[in-house]
């Protein structure tokens, strides 16, 4: 009951035995699925954190050429924050996503 196979008390995946459809059969295996979604949540928030300090270090590096030589990590910066605050999981992917422009007519 809630428990891997084998499971050590490295965490490397949702629990096996975790079923979306009735989350509230086995409790003990919705906590720990929520705990794993938590646990992502928070990789993913400190890898962007990586990143943003690795745009201000090239900012600080490049001068005024950072515009051409840091594109890309902004690029990577602003996808990988798309989507992994607290509360937009659930929010249309146009309030959170890039800009669009209107269309010129």
């Not at 989350?23 to 906590?31: E, H, K, Q, S, T």
């Not at 928030?45 to 201000?56: F, N, S, T, Y």
Request: proline share 7%; glycine share 8%.
């Amino acid at each position: 009951m809630g428990r891997r196979k084998g499971a050590t008390l490295a965490h490397d995946g949702p629990p096996d035995d975790f079923d979306p459809e009735n989350p509230y059969r086995d409790p003990v295996a919705m906590l720990e699925m929520r705990e794993y979604l938590v646990r992502e949540k928070w990789i993913d928030i400190e890898k962007a954190k990586i990143l943003r300090e690795k745009v201000k270090w090239c900012y600080r590096v490049e001068g005024i050429n950072h515009l051409q030589k840091c594109r890309h990590l902004v690029h990577q910066y602003l996808e990988s924050t798309r989507g992994i605050g607290w509360g937009k999981d659930h929010r249309p992917h146009a309030f959170h996503g890039p800009k669009v422009e209107a269309a010129a007519e």
